[in-house]
């Protein structure tokens, strides 16, 4: 299923710490926790990133959620020069918003039949100075991270951009192991029938559950939250739309 979005915007949504969560067996929890770096290595073993641990550590204490609405967050990110940072600015762009530690969209930037570029905006500056620097020592030019809340600057950030942009234009992807996020998201999705479809109605390789989830992840490779959760025992409910129709106002 080719991709000739100008820009897909991923989003990806999941469980904040609640009071009404069920209590979880403290043993397992830590188990699934200490095994979740060796599973997300496993994953993304191609990207070969163990050789550069010893530069920049595999693991950074790094806080796990932040409030994007915080005063220390408010100040608009200035875009950068997009040609000191792509190679070719002028190809489509791939936004990955809430990119974590940036795993998927490298492994997507080295492995995409898909000429593009990919954009990785996150709100832990940590997290983005290890990124990039795994950017820089495998030496990718089509893939850029960025310390950004893209609640203030994605728009300034993306209309800066020289390429072609469509805010929907082939596929949309969205996943949450909060099932009432994804159903929420869900039930936006469908409303615009004659706009969207999901994907299992016209790829019928992909499989999806009774109430019509699917069943993997089909970008090719889980996210490292996809993994992270599913040691925990968490479900990951996914729905993909294609565009079918004009785009919707």
Known sequence: MAWTAAATLYCRLFRLPSARRPPRNRCLVRCSAAHSPDAVDKEYAD????????NRGQHLRIRQHVNPL??????????????????????????????????????????????RNYLGLEIREKLVER??????????????????????????????????????????????DVFEVAEDM??????????????????????CDEEGWL???????????????????ATIYRRMYQKTGEVFH
């Open 70 to 115: 915080s005063s220390s967050f408010s100040e608009p990110t200035e875009p950068p020069e997009w040609k000191d940072v792509f190679e070719d600015p002028m190809l489509p762009l791939m936004v990955d918003i809430g990119c974590g530690s940036g795993r998927f969209l490298i492994w997507h930037a080295k492995n995409s039949e898909e000429k």
């Open 186 to 207: 869900r039930q936006r999705f469908d409303g615009y029938p004659d706009v969207l479809e999901h994907v299992d109605c016209v790829d019928k390789d992909l499989q």
């Open 47 to 54: 990207l070969n990133l163990r050789a550069l641990y010893t």
């Open 215 to 233: 069943l993997d992840n089909p970008l090719g490779i889980r996210t490292e939250r996809e993994i992270h959760a599913e040691l925990e025992g």
């Open 131 to 176: 990124t990039q620097f795994w950017v820089t020592e495998l030496g990718l030019r089509n893939v850029y991270f960025m310390f950004a809340n893209a609640t203030v600057s994605f728009e300034r950030i993306i209309s800066t951009y020289p390429g072609p942009l469509s805010l929907v234009s082939i596929l949309v992807f969205v996943q949450s």
